[in-house]
Every structure is written in C-alpha cells, then in structure tokens.
C-alpha cells in the first residue's frame, strides 16, 4: 500500500485534540508505512509524543502557527505534505483543517474529500451522503489525496513517544492578525459533542401541564441543570426551536444549532434521553449516531415506543427530572 502521511495540528495548549488520535488509529490500522506531521503550537514535542512507529516524524511551529488561520496553516500543511513525500494524506476533520485542506489539496494538483468514516487498506473510503443517510464508498487516483476522517467515527489510537521531530521553516506573510477568541463562558456552553450523553428537550416542556399552565421557567432551570451537573449536551427538537419565532414562552438558550434531525444535526453520542420529545421520524433520523436510547413521555404511544428507544419511561418528565436532580 502507498505510504500515509498522518497530518495533524494541535489545540490553542499545545495538546493533540481527540480527533487526532482517531485519525493516527485509522493510518494504524491500515498496515502500511506512515510518516507523522504536526503543526501549531508545541508541534514538535506533541509530534514527538506519539512518533513510536511513524517513518519521518516533522513538525511546524512558531508564533506565526499557533493560531488557526487559513493562509498560515495552509503553507505550513502544504510544506509538510511535500517534505514527506507520502501521496495519501491523513488529516483529522476539524474545523481548522476542514478549512485549509482543500485548498492545499488545489495548490498541490491534488484532491480532498471531508467526513470520511472509513478506509480500507484498497483505499475505498466510506463518507455518508445527503444528511448522513446514504452511506457511499468511493476511491481515487488523484495524488496527492488528502482524507479529513470525522472525528468521533473511529477509536484513538494507542500512542508512545518516538524519534523527535524535523522542524520545517515555512515562510510566510500574512495581513490576518488573530486578536483573540470570544467563546461563551464554559456554563453557557451546552453543545459538548465529546460529551458521552446528549439531552434532548422537546415542545412538551413549554405545553400546559396537568394543572393547566405552563411552567416554561422551570422547564429551564431543571434542562439546564441536569445538562451543567451531568456535562452533557444539550439537543432539541424542531418544534421547540421554532417557538422562539412564534412569540411563545421559551427557553432562551436553545437555539436552531441544538436541533437533532433530518434538518438538524446528526450528533455522536454513547446515550440519549429524550424529554418531551415526540419521537417523530424527521427528529430520530437525527439520532442516528446516538448507540443507547431511553426517553421520558406521557404518552405511551408516542413515536419513541415504535422501536424508535431501548427504553421509554412513560411518566411526567417535570416530575422524573424533579427525582433525578438530588441523585446527581
Ligand atoms: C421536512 C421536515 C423536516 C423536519 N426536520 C426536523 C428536525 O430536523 N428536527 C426535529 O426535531 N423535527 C423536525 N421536523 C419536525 C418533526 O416532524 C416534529 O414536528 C418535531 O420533531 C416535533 O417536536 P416535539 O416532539 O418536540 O414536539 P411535539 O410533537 O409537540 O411533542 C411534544 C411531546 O411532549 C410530550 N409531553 C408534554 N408534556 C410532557 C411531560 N410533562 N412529560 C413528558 N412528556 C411530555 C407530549 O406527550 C408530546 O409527545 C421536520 C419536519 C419536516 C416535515
């Protein structure tokens, strides 16, 4: 099999993100010989860290590539690529590389393609298709070809310390100044997806209730509270997203990024719980990443009791939540 060049970059603290490690188990598991290449910030001693096994072990850092930036990253990924020589590229698809990739593929006469789930030792790659629900294999002659493996779709690999790394000088020119991030505080981030649980509200808890009221404010507190004790991540139905929009009570975190289904997201998660959810087929397509599935709903026929969750806890949500809050 050709040679591999495992291609990663490493977070704003110098570590290598999950996604790398996934991406360094793929170019394992496939038997052939792989060099390794880090850029970013402390690229070289995180190169080193994991280069047990790698053929050449090469590394960009510096000032100029500790922030994510395209024109940076690109000359820096492009250099590497070429100081290798390896024709298959194997690269974690994050959002920093998703966004350089392809166009150094393009500098390079070469091909990209995003949201690989799969390689063969054939080469045949395995990516879905329209909302992750056609799966399709495909291969190519273009060289090189770099392949952005989804993170959360493989297992890390193990890893040891190895030779240290060549550093690469790549010169570069840049009018883009990274000035800083601005990110939600950490408790007001509620889309996690390392997160092994993913918490998912429905309509119900904004809808009147047994005593005839809604209790959207409660609602609030009991969501927001499981999901910051238990660090899971928070999803929503359509139906509960679209409120905001209709002037109705509302939870005002939750916004169309939260929403799990055929024109949401498809999160990868080990659990899911489902609160006053339906259950309906364009919301649970998005489940289909989620492997345990267990819901809270009044009704016994919902949608979650046609096969659609392992287990349905046919109860008041306001009430299981109200229980399950002194246990955490
Ligand atoms: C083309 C198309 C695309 C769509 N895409 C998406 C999508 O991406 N994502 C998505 O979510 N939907 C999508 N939908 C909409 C989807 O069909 C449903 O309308 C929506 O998911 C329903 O949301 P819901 O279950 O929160 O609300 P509802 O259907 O209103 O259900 C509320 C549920 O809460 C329960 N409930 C109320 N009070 C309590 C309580 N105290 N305890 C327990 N249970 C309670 C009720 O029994 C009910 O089952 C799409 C529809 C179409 C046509």
Redesign the pocket.
């Known amino acids: 099999m050709e040679k591999i060049l495992v291609l990663l970059h490493t977070a704003a603290d110098g570590g290598l993100p999950p996604a790398a490690l996934e991406t360094l188990g793929v170019a394992q598991s496939l038997g052939a010989a792989w060099d390794l290449a880090v850029l970013g910030a402390n690229a070289a001693a995180a190169a080193q860290s994991i280069s047990s096994g790698a053929g050449k072990t090469l590394a960009v850092e510096g000032d100029a590539f500790s922030q994510s930036r395209y024109s940076t990253d690109a000359a820096a990924a492009a250099a590497l690529i070429q100081a290798s020589g390896a024709q298959i590229v194997l690269a974690p698809g994050t959002m920093r590389f998703n966004r350089a990739l392809p166009g150094v593929a393009a500098r390079l006469n070469g091909a990209a393609d995003t949201h690989i789930v799969a390689v063969d030792p054939s080469l045949n790659v395995h990516r879905w298709f329209y909302r992750q629900r056609m799966e399709g294999t495909l291969t190519r002659s273009t060289r090189p070809w770099v392949l952005l493996i989804e993170p959360g779709s493989n297992p890390a690999a193990t890893t040891a310390a190895g030779a240290p790394a060549e550093l690469l000088s790549v010169p570069v020119e840049t009018r883009t100044q990274v000035t800083g991030f601005q990110s939600p505080a950490a408790d007001q981030q509620t889309i996690r997806p390392g997160a092994s649980l993913l918490f998912v509200a429905?309509?119900?808890w904004t809808?009147k209730?047994k005593d005839g009221a809604t209790h959207t404010g409660e609602a609030g507190e009991i969501i927001l509270g499981f999901v910051q004790k238990t660090q899971s991540s928070l999803g929503s139905?359509?139906?509960?997203v679209d409120l905001s929009g209709e002037g109705q009570a509302v939870l005002p975190f939750l916004t169309h990024l939260h929403?799990?289904?055929?024109?949401?997201s498809t999160p990868r998660h080990r659990k899911g719980l489902a609160?006053?959810?339906?259950?309906?087929e364009?919301?649970v397509v998005?489940w289909r990443f989620i492997n345990e599935r267990r819901a809270?709903?009044?009704?016994p026929a919902?949608g979650w009791s046609r096969g659609k969750a392992d287990v349905l806890y046919v109860?008041?949500?306001?009430e299981v939540m109200r229980a399950l809050a002194p246990l955490l």
């Open positions: 429905g309509a119900g809808k209730q139905s359509k139906s509960l929403q799990v289904g055929q024109t949401g609160t006053c959810c339906h259950g309906e364009p919301h998005g809270i709903n009044l009704d919902c109860a008041d949500a306001f």
